[in-house]
């Protein structure tokens, strides 16, 4: 069975502090991978898409890069604006032309000033 | 920020009343997608369409159904609802079939059955 698993569940660091979020998947034939940020009380906004294995995409203080088992959003030096959940989704190959995504969880951040 | 809306944006109702929820997207994407986001769950899909009057189930479709008359609206209806259908909706849009399309999300609906 398709999954995708998200660490850790809540994570609290200091204004500056650098720290990693991990999304592990097990699919069958990863077509794939995407990162959003939710706020409270907000839908999803899309962050980043990851295709192969190698491949590294920046945003500001945040950069994302994925390996055949999993996928990790770097945070550097993060600001308390930085403070959401982060959530991690794949496509899979049998996902087929309708694009559907399997999410994970989420990460929740909290950044203290 | 992609052009979706969603309404209404909050309601209460009771066991066994029907409701509907529109998504509204300006974008003239292809693809709408209904899902529902519970704590310890994450976003599971509900329904999703690929065309008008294109519809087909996702992982927890049990006691909705969805139709889609034109491009720009795609609407969710739970004929009787229950408490356990008691959650935040979101409705998604995407561009293209056979690529590698993010989804946008709208705002979202806070339903709460009683």
């Known amino acids: 069975e398709d999954q995708v698993t998200q660490s850790p569940e809540a994570l609290r660091l200091q204004e500056g502090e650098s720290s990693s979020l991990n999304c592990s998947y097990t699919?069958?034939?990863?077509?794939?991978l995407f990162w959003y940020r939710q706020d409270p009380g907000k839908g999803p906004e899309f962050l980043f898409t990851?295709?192969?294995a190698g491949e590294e995409k920046e945003k500001e203080r945040l950069k994302a890069t994925l390996t055949k088992k999993e996928s990790f959003l770097h945070i550097t030096a993060p600001k308390p604006e930085d403070s959401a959940t982060y959530l991690c989704?794949?496509?899979?190959?049998?996902?087929?032309?309708?694009?559907?995504?399997?999410f994970g969880t989420g990460t929740l951040l909290a950044v203290q000033p | 920020d992609a052009g979706i809306t969603q309404s209404p944006r909050h309601k209460v109702t009771e066991t066994g009343t029907p409701v509907t929820l529109r998504c509204h997207q300006t974008?003239?994407?292809?693809?709408m997608y209904w899902y529902r986001q519970d704590p310890g769950h994450g976003l599971r899909l509900i329904h999703y369409s690929y065309g008008v009057k294109d519809t087909d189930k996702g992982e927890v479709s049990d006691g909705y159904s969805v139709s889609r008359s034109k491009t720009e609206d795609f609407l969710l209806t739970l004929e009787s609802a229950t408490s356990s259908q008691t959650s935040v909706y979101f409705c998604?849009?995407?561009?293209?079939?056979?690529?590698?399309?993010?989804?946008?999300f709208g705002p979202g609906t806070r339903l709460t059955v009683l």
């Open positions: 990851l295709y192969s």
């Open positions: 974008e003239n994407h292809r693809y």
């Open positions: 998604a849009i995407s561009e293209a079939s056979g690529s590698l399309n993010e989804q946008f």
């Open positions: 989704a794949v496509r899979t190959a049998y996902g087929g032309a309708t694009n559907k995504l399997i």
């Open positions: 699919v069958s034939g990863l077509r794939g």
